[in-house]
């Protein structure tokens, strides 16, 4: 009985990873094709003419119009177009503070030279000698940071095991520890609890720090990094 189990733990841990992954594929390519599919002309739909449906369609289509809108607004009729489009908009009282809201967040998440939530750092919260995961988002700006005294960065403080809900942290950069492990591993860190923690390769790092200091003639100082914390 008890290899019976072992065998169906390490079944269930290959096989649900995979199940799990490709349900919510599945479930992502059938809300997309509910939204697109219907407005696709009769006879460009092959659900029409087939004997059975063809999942994913309608999320070929939508990537084809997205990416012929992104090339039309490239060029100099299109940002015309778009300008006064976003004129338009403007001028609604309730519509332009959500559209300009959600048009900057995705400028600024979806630019190529943005650092924004490429960090995974540390500071103490809720108090001090209680550690907490952040994700550094940018660094602050605008009113916020005319009224502190420091230089402050904004860290999104994730909550365990849902990390797309949070708190919005406005920190000073000397408090904030960076670590060297990337978004997606922290992310599972958060969403595990603690129980999946990337590998970090701490002698590579002491090595490291060793030929430096013999290379500059000065014994080896210990970094401030996540390892040196006291363990709980």
Do not use: C
């Not at 489009?85 to 332009?96: A, D, I, K, Q, Y």
């Not at 403080?157 to 949070?166: D, F, Q, Y």
């Amino acid at each position: 009985m008890t290899r019976l189990r072992n065998y169906f733990l390490t079944g269930f841990i290959v096989t649900a990873p995979l199940a799990i992954t490709a349900y919510l594929a599945w479930s992502m390519i059938g809300w997309v094709d509910s939204w697109v599919k219907p407005y696709i002309p009769g006879r460009y739909n092959p659900d029409n003419y087939l004997p059975f449906p063809v999942p994913g369609f309608g999320l070929i289509v939508a990537l084809v119009v997205i990416t012929l809108i992104g090339f039309l607004a490239a060029n100099f009729i299109g940002r015309t177009i778009v300008s006064t489009g976003e004129n338009l908009l403007g001028r609604m009282p309730l519509v332009r503070s959500v559209y300009r809201g959600l048009k900057q967040i995705l400028e600024t998440v979806l630019s190529e030279r943005s650092d924004t939530f490429k960090k995974v750092g540390l500071v103490e919260y809720p108090r001090k000698g209680l550690w907490a995961l952040v994700f550094v988002a940018t660094e602050t700006r605008g009113e916020v940071q005319a009224k502190l005294e420091d230089e402050t960065i904004a860290v999104f403080l994730p909550t365990t095991p849902n990390p797309t809900s949070g708190y919005l942290l406005f920190v000073p950069k000397r408090d904030v520890i960076e670590l060297k492990m990337t978004v997606e591993e922290g992310a599972k860190l958060v969403i595990s609890a603690g129980l999946v923690s990337p590998e970090y390769q701490e002698t590579t790092q002491a090595l490291a720090a060793e030929a430096l200091a013999n290379k500059d003639g000065q014994p080896a100082r210990k970094s401030r990094t996540a390892s040196s914390l006291p363990k709980r």
